[in-house]
């Protein structure tokens, strides 16, 4: 069945440090990715998404790198600041007009000042 | 520009009683998502709705779960005799018709005793 799924559950970065939060998918169907952040109490903020005909989108701060052989995504965040202590959700999603989204079990990243 | 309206935000129910939870697109977003997330998990899908239309509801519980999207007004997801289980964070996302990217609400958070 579709999944997607993360390799690390919580990763510690000091401020300022990039940040690497990964994220492993297992339907080779899926061709559109997204990356959303939440906060605690708040919805997911859209971050970043990417198509399946890409393998590199940047925003700023972030990059999102997909490698469809591995069937991986990752997330980039550049010089990590407090702000960005958060649970990070990759999803998924089959651009053929169902459009319901997979999401992983969640990354949370804190930041160390 | 308003984003995703959900209303309430917090809502208590006694077991066996009916929750019913809101959501206002953002303007001109035809297309409305609905997920819940149990406490430090990732968001499940649960049903996808158009204007009028129900297009995909696979991951609605197959009893006292109903949701619409009438020409007028919010879209409802109502849950019918609820039980303790039932205790989540209902979230509801939009997009536009041209789109799949899906911008999330502020949720809301069910608690039934």
């Known amino acids: 069945g579709e999944s997607v799924g993360l390799h690390l559950p919580t990763l510690s970065v000091q401020e300022g440090d990039n940040s690497i939060i990964n994220c492993a998918y297992s339907?080779?169907?899926?061709?559109?990715f997204i990356w959303y952040k939440q906060e605690s109490g708040k919805g997911p903020q859209f971050i970043i998404d990417?198509?399946?005909?890409?393998d590199k989108r940047q925003g700023q701060r972030v990059t999102v790198l997909l490698n469809k052989t591995v069937k991986h995504l990752s997330l980039q965040i550049a010089a990590t600041q407090p702000g960005d202590s958060a649970v990070y959700f990759c999803a998924e999603s089959m651009d053929t007009g169902r459009r319901a989204l997979t999401f992983g079990s969640g990354t949370r990243l804190q930041v160390q000042p | 520009n308003a984003g995703v309206m959900q209303n309430p935000r917090h809502l208590v129910r006694r077991r066996g009683q009916e929750a019913r939870l809101r959501c206002s697109p953002m303007?001109?977003?035809?297309?409305v998502y609905w997920y819940r997330q149990l406490p430090e998990e990732g968001l499940k899908f649960m049903v996808y709705?158009?204007?009028?239309?129900?297009?995909?509801e696979s991951g609605m519980p197959k009893e006292r779960f109903s949701a619409e999207f009438p020409k007028e007004g919010p879209s409802i997801l109502r849950i019918q005799q609820v039980v303790r289980g039932d205790s989540a964070a209902y979230f509801c996302?939009?997009?536009?018709?041209?789109?799949?990217?899906?911008?999330f609400g502020p949720g809301t958070r069910l608690t039934v005793t």
């Open positions: 303007k001109g977003h035809s297309h």
């Open positions: 990417i198509r399946s005909n890409m």
């Open positions: 996302a939009s997009s536009p018709p041209s789109g799949v990217e899906q911008y």
């Open positions: 709705l158009q204007k009028e239309n129900i297009i995909d």
């Open positions: 339907n080779s169907a899926s061709d559109y």
